[in-house]
């Protein structure tokens, strides 16, 4: 074991250096980082004894592509991550800088920690460790990292419709969501899908004094404040008509699987969310309200004057960053239809409104009957030593609809990260006894799948 | 007349060099601009003669005093304008450059042309021509410029309440409002009053992600929309209680008045403000609910992320600027508490609000038969050959209630901006011809006093 010791050591090196690359997809500045990025991890699974590496262009930021076929008759395994990560801000708020990796009390803290180099990463070190240990795999994979996950994944979403041979296989593996709690080893079944855009609002044909024109003129920031209050109301119920018609309940025995987690809300509030009390829908618990139940959020307005001090200043236009997750059933196009019809609807007199989608990715569900879902939650099992449970999340990882539509395979997701990771958050981070075991639960996973 | 000719000239050239000083006060790193600002003008009062010209330091940027008192028995005249300007965003939208002054189609084009450089000029190349002509002046007058007048003007409020004796005048002339139309000589006799603050909201202990979290956490952004559309209606009407409880309707008179002045709604609508529609409380005239009615608007909404793309961020917290236009009668303490009440009271659960006042100050009105106003009113006539309209300006100048509160004196506000000047907004402008006859026009109404 000593051997996979100084192997976890510098696996762990190698996760700080990718770590180090500031891959914000989302901020053209940074296109020669996703470049460096992408390099990074090609290289290693290049040194691990992949064959074909390479970069595969399809627009927008490089996917990368490896595999390893030498297993003929084993299943062949579709691994999936992704190298591209949120942007930092707000800055001032991380203990240490985003992008200078810091472990402190056995987790690194760095943007992309947990979402999604350092899962990724478990999948790059397992193969390499079999590689390494056996000279072979006990199954086939390729491995296809993507760089858009968190600006839409256009770039895959094209590679994957054109359903080309050598992304042929019988299961994909994603490590890219969390486990339900420290030490309680978890496969995410269900996926929220998502549509986010910009809500553009124009009133007057310059910026205005209030004071001069106070009372007269259209105010787009508050044009903003009345369409989005005509869109959800404050229990968090969704006005949008027609919006909730395709929306599927769980299954009664998949609510009485989740009402057994060890879960208390109150604590939950307090060390998770930290906020005076939780909001959202009566009547629906907080497993429902995150992971099988859709959603309408502002994530930013911009627009008039937000620096220090005062400016009586009536904006010209404003736009608002607004996102719906949906759940199973929900189409996204028709979710952008009826959000477009209900803007119009609520648009105030003396403005336009628009709305410019961004991008858009249904919900997705997974059969936890699946043979391949099946023997992983037996690997983490062996692993972690305790049984494993089934849950869902409430974010967004388009690839897996994708996967099952185009390639007609189910997704496997084994997460590795923790509720408390603050992922998309100021100090982000990923437990590092996490890390390590993600490394031995693929191992484990794919020496069950090829016996 | 060739002497004024060239002396216009010059005061033109020297208004533009001022123009070139960034003296924003509202932010910080412009502090050594406004030092400068200052120093301009009282340089150029020295030159022309005055006494005692200083900087007065009452704290926040410097006041600019300087005195003439060689007229005994005549009246004294308190003559007020402000060095400070707004910021000039949003930068892209100006043709030139906001503080490098550029004269097309006979504008002046400068942050500050008009509000209120260019008019302060006024009444420092008025008393410079007569010392240089006469070498004395037919009154007596004391110059106090401020800069902070965008910014809250505390430090002329703390020293106009100290009521020192350099202030003993008889009325003050303040040149920074607006001719109704071009070429229509116009006296305001009446300002709202404004209270500006932020709106703090805080949800979460820091930012989440709407995947994993949206739908129990609390949206800062959401909250200030929620409490923003229930302080005011889409009709614009204010639904804070109590809040129209002291609101005086202008006299039958006064809005006969108006009703008769030279204005075409159409015409404002497409030119002044060029959105699809005017917006406002329905039953009051575009006079009324920019002169008379008071208002609340929405200046910027800072959380979140605002960039390019996409980030699917809940803000842990979120911050307006608001601002509400008070009317006569109207006391900016009490409607600050009565704003304070109401956003407690519109507060959705999940998040706390709290409402930061910067500054306030009350409506005023000054009468129209005061001696003051009357020659004032007279000497435009002479100057411009059209009889003088009395108007109210829906902006807020918070210095007037204070002579009034703390002098004991009226002020006459003769304007020489322009409807479409663009204060506060990109490419703001000074029409050059009304500089010139603002010169003309303040020498004729000293010449008129001092008779």
Known sequence: MTDFESFRKQALDELLDWLRIPSISTLPEHKADMIRAAEYVRTALERAG????????????PLVYAEWLGAPGKPTLLLYGHYDVQPPDPLEEWVSPPFEPQIRNGNIYARGATDDKGQTWILVKAVEWLMRRDGRLPVNVRFLIEGEEECGGEAISRYVSEKPPELAADAAVICDSEMFAPGLPSICTGLRGIVYGELHVEGARQDLHSGVYGGVAPNPLMAIAEILTALKNRDGRILIPGFYDRVVEPAPAEKEAWARLPFDEKEYLEKEIGAPELTGEPGYSVFERTWARPTLEVHGIRGGFTGEGAKTVIPARAVAK?????????????????????????????????????HGAPASLVDPENLFVKEAALALEEIFGRKTVFIRSGGSIPIVGLFNACLGIPSVLMGFGLPDDNLHSPNEKFH???????????????ERLGA
Not at 50 to 61: N, P
Not at 332 to 342: F, K, N, T, Y
Not at 434 to 445: Q, W
């Open 432 to 446: 590092v006894p996490n890390f390590f075991a993600g490394i031995e639960a693929v191992v484990r996973y794919f």
């Open 322 to 358: 607004i996102s719906m997750r949906l759940v199973p059933e929900q189409r996204p196009e028709e979710a952008v239809e009826q959000l477009r019809a209900a803007i119009a609807a609520a648009k105030p007199r003396g403005v336009r409104a628009e709305f410019r989608l961004l």
């Open 50 to 61: 992949l064959a074909k590496t390479s970069l595969v262009d399809r627009g927008g930021h």
